[in-house]
């Protein structure tokens, strides 16, 4: 039996935390999570490598992949691994597939964001402030 | 800091940039090389030759057209000579994590 996912999220959600969601918008993590749902390699810190479909990316990096090959540092052989979870720190390269938009994969990130950040903000009432509008 | 991207055929910045063309911080100079060439040298003698398309505060890249190389010194038994071996490779699109990253600077020029 599957375990239930706590980040359940498909390629089209954003993180609900106002601090996760900040801190993919400055940052190039944007990218990484517009990437869910494309099979990629990550290298590793410590020289091995897992090669598989990128379920979900937080703000801090951390990956969860699913059907994975996976070849740890220390491993002469892969090994397939149904789920895996990389801690952001032990990444150290992502391959981006070749077919990939790099700047259309950011905006469309970077919308969606925005888009949650807006939602009910023309109701008036019912908008979420996250950040003081300007002054005129 | 925002975004700063440029895309493959011209430098366009996608993200609200303070708009200064001027260099104030260090990062600035990093910006200078949006779209050029570059030399990033990484912890554990590795080095990467390829073209910025992205960085952001953390030194997080995105290089094009990446040459990796790697460096190990073997130590000779006997002789205790040291030798030291290069690895290469080539990776089409590149996503670096900036925790890696130890200096970025324009490509080396030999001689």
Known sequence: MDPVDVQGQSQGEVC?????????????????????????TVELRDEGWAQGRLQNVDAFMNLRMRDVLYRGHNMGHTSKLQDLFITGRNIRF?????????????????????????????GGVGGRREYCPKKK | MRLILCSNSMADEVEQQPSTNTVEEPLDLIRLSLDERIYVKMRNDRE????????DQHLNMILG???????????????????????????????????????????LRVG
């Open chain 2, 48 to 55: 990467l030759r390829g073209r910025l398309h992205a960085y």
């Open chain 1, 16 to 40: 609900s935390s106002l601090r996760e969601r900040s801190i993919s918008e400055n940052s190039l993590v944007a990218l990484l999570q517009g990437m869910q749902g494309h099979v990629t």
């Open chain 1, 94 to 122: 992502v391959h981006i597939p070749d077919h990939m938009d790099v700047l259309q994969t950011i905006q469309t990130q970077l919308q969606r964001i925005h888009r949650v950040r807006t939602f009910n903000r023309e």
């Open chain 2, 65 to 107: 057209d990446v040459e990796e190389t790697v460096t190990t010194v073997e130590i000779d038994d006997e002789t205790y000579e040291e030798l030291y071996k290069s690895t290469k490779r080539n990776i089409p699109m590149l996503f670096v994590r900036g925790d890696g990253v130890v200096l970025v600077a324009p490509p």
